[in-house]
Nanobody, 121 residues
């Protein structure tokens, strides 16, 4: 069993900042790619940012230059620093990881439960 637990969401004013965290736990041998997705009301879930185990990153055009993804492999944790937030960033943010499970050494895609980010004055 592998779980992802997110934290750090909340209400912030336009132009403000938030930092999301996502910690993986359970039967983990290693974690490959990690990422953050978001889903706004009435819209499809979209990739916000991703990071490989080696630290290579990618971002959606809409957040490039404002958001920064990072990870701590020793803690099995991924972060999303969000700056200059806009109302259109309002969404439920989901953590995602490709986990190699202990003993079976099979890869499994795991999702967090989601954390709500609301950008409003």
């Amino acid at each position: 069993q592998v779980q992802l637990v997110e934290s750090g969401g909340g209400l912030v004013q336009p132009g403000g900042s938030l930092r999301l965290s996502c910690a993986a736990s359970g039967s983990i041998y290693s974690i490959d790619d990690m990422g953050w997705y978001r889903q706004a009301p009435g819209k499809q879930r979209e990739l916000v940012a991703g990071v490989t185990r080696g630290g290579s990153t990618k971002y959606a055009d809409s957040v490039n230059g404002r958001f920064t993804i990072s990870r701590d492999n020793a803690k099995n944790t991924v972060y999303l620093q969000m700056n200059s937030l806009k109302p259109e960033d309002t969404a439920v943010y989901y953590c995602n990881a490709i986990v190699v499970v202990k003993f079976s050494y099979r890869s499994r895609e795991v999702w967090g439960q989601g954390t709500l980010v609301t950008v409003s004055s």
